[in-house]
Structures are given as C-alpha cells and as structure tokens.
C-alpha cells in the first residue's frame, strides 16, 4: 500500500489495483482549430497541462498501473449524438459539422484523436464515450471491474465538465478517486478551482485531490531516490 499527501487528508492505494484516468486529452479540446476553440475558448489554458499529464502517465506506466484513455466522441451518422447535445454550443460548429481538423468530436477525425505527446500505448485502454462521463454507455465499468480495480487516479479535461462527471460517476460506483490537481484544466480557472474544492469537501464527498508532487515524492521515497 502507498499513502500520500492529499485532501482533505492521506490518500492510500494498492498500486495493482489502481488505474490512471486521462480524460479528453484530444486535438479537439487542446489544440487550436478544435471544437473548443470554436467554442470561443482560449485553448492555451488546457494545453499548458500537457507536461504534466506526460509526467503523470510515465510514472503510472513504470509502476505498472492500468492506464485508461478516453475521447468524447461519437459516431459518424451521430446515431449516439442526442439531438440535445447536438443543439447547444456555436451553430456553426456542432458536433458533427466538418471543421479545420475534420468533422467535430467524431470517431477517427484528425481532432478526435488524443494529442501525440499523451498518445496511448498499444496495451492502454482507450475508452470512446458519447457523454460527458467516463463510464455511460461505455464498456469501462467491466473492464476496471475484470481487472480488479478499486482505486482511480484522474486527470485530464475540462475539470468541471467530463473530469467531474466521470469522477462522480466513479464514485457513486464505490471507486476510490484521486484528482490530481495540476493535471487538469478548465477554459474557466474559476470552475476548475470549485471543482478542486467541491471533490474533497465535506470529507471528500467525490474523493480526493492532490498535486502531482505528492504522488511523484511518494514514488520516489519508495523506490529509495529521495
Ligand atoms: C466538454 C470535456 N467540455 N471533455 N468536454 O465538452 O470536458
């Protein structure tokens, strides 16, 4: 078991029973061009994470923890795209509409993809989700569930909208959550900072939340480099 340095208080995992989460880290969302951007938003505010997130990921691969992926995506005749979802945002970028880096937020466009500095492993989940939660209408529940997996460590974007959710949903499925508070991102600070205090108040009510330091001292105090 390793315990590290969170909120509202320690944080203790199995490492083989955990998995690293990265949410949405796609073209779409981070690089200019996107859905995001199209969106008014100033994208440079998710891709400052991406060092982070890169560090993240190689010290949940070199402890052999199951990393899972996911994309907001959705089919090309959007049979999975509810017309409510459709609607909202710009009406001239809606999911599906061809934009500069291919139709918006569908499966195998060029801004569907994960950007190439976060790109998944060969033995990585990658998990395709048509809501802004992690496990609705996705095949990850079974999957965490096959593998044994009780502790989650999450990451990713936006904070407050497919983080969240997928974090409540965990939650409310008896996972154990971790946020790592540097490795996630909002295009509005403010909401990424009430997300951060919304998980861990009330004793952790969603889980915890930590910087990734403390997960990287604590790795290092184990393996004797500190
Ligand atoms: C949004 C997401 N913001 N990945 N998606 O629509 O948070």
Redesign the pocket.
Known sequence: MLTIDAQPGPFTFEPSKTALVV??M?RD?IEPGG??ESLGNDVSLLAAIVPTVASLLALARREGWLVVHTR?SHAADLSDCPPAKRARGAPNARIGDPGRMGRILIRGEPGNAIVDELAPLGSELVIDKPG?GAFYATPLGGELAARGITHLVFA???T????Q?SMREANDRGYECLLVEDATAS?IPAFRQATLEMVRSQGGIVGWTAPFASLAQSHGEKRGWN
């Open positions: 949410i949405d796609q969302f859905f995001g907001e802004k990713g974007v936006t407050e909208v497919c983080v959710t295009y």
